[in-house]
């Protein structure tokens, strides 16, 4: 069982930044794939971004690349997300979440139903 507790989200105007933080208890977490979601209202939830169990290997969506970085810190049982240059289309509930799977292939990347663990979500607001 793995329990994840997000923070850092908050209210910013556009073209700020943020750094999203995700805390997971257990021992094993570097065994983990970590993933980042966002849930705008109305919408279904969506891939930001993800980092393999060693961080190895990163992965983003499309509408993210060259602003938002994954990142993470297995001694300290955290994974990041620093939001660059942000848009008021990036305002959503963000959301972290665990796959048992450290590693992962094409579309699995990116789908909600390959992590089996999810935070309680933190929302970042960003005014025009």
């Known amino acids: 069982q793995v329990q994840l507790v997000e923070t850092g989200g908050g209210l910013v105007q556009a073209g700020g930044s943020l750094r999203l933080s995700c805390a997971a208890s257990g021992r094993t977490f570097s065994t983990y794939g970590m993933g980042w979601f966002r849930q705008a209202p109305g919408k279904e939830r969506t891939f930001v971004a993800r980092?393999?169990?060693?961080?190895?290997?990163?992965h983003y969506a499309d509408s993210v690349k060259g602003r938002f970085t994954i990142s993470r810190d297995n001694a300290k049982n955290t994974v990041y997300l620093q939001v660059n240059s942000l848009k008021p289309e990036d305002t959503a509930v963000y959301y972290c979440?665990?796959?048992?799977?450290?590693?992962?292939?094409?579309?699995?990347?990116?789908?909600?139903?390959?992590?089996?663990?999810w935070g309680q979500g933190t929302q970042v607001t960003v005014s025009s």
């Open positions: 979440a665990a796959d048992a799977n450290p590693y992962c292939a094409g579309s699995g990347c990116s789908q909600p139903r390959s992590y089996e663990y």
């Open positions: 980092a393999s169990g060693s961080a190895g290997s990163t």
